[in-house]
Nanobody, 125 residues
């Protein structure tokens, strides 16, 4: 299982980025997948998660109305659109999946079974 996040970088406050999570060697046939982040000195947190069974999403209050998770099954890729970024969004962002948990809420709160590599997002002027 290999999940590779990409799309991070340096962006000014108020800017936007779109992160991508691509699977290699397997099809994203997972019950749930999501995005997590870890800022310096802080615990890792679930940002936004998606259930593949019913397309129900969960998004943390800290990013609600700014971040949107989506998937492209044909491209075997999951995305995180991030708008109106603030310095508090600076973190390493990871995509991750759960092999049996289908609840997007549970994935974001209880954690995944498989982690992908992260991508650094820095919001600074």
């Amino acid at each position: 299982v290999q999940l590779q996040a990409s799309g991070g970088g340096l962006v000014q406050p108020g800017g936007s980025l779109r992160l991508s999570c691509a699977a290699s060697g397997f099809t994203l046939d997972w019950p749930a997948i999501g995005w997590f982040r870890q800022a310096p000195g802080k615990e890792r947190e679930g940002v936004s998660c998606l259930s593949s069974l019913n397309d129900i999403t969960y998004t943390a209050d800290s990013v609600k109305d700014r971040f949107t998770i989506s998937r492209d099954a044909a491209a075997n890729t999951v995305y995180l659109q991030m708008n109106n970024l603030t310095p508090d969004d600076t973190a390493v962002y990871f995509c991750a999946e759960h092999r049996t948990q289908s609840s997007s809420y549970a994935l974001c709160h209880d954690g995944p079974t498989d982690w992908g590599q992260g991508t650094l997002v820095t919001v600074s002027s």
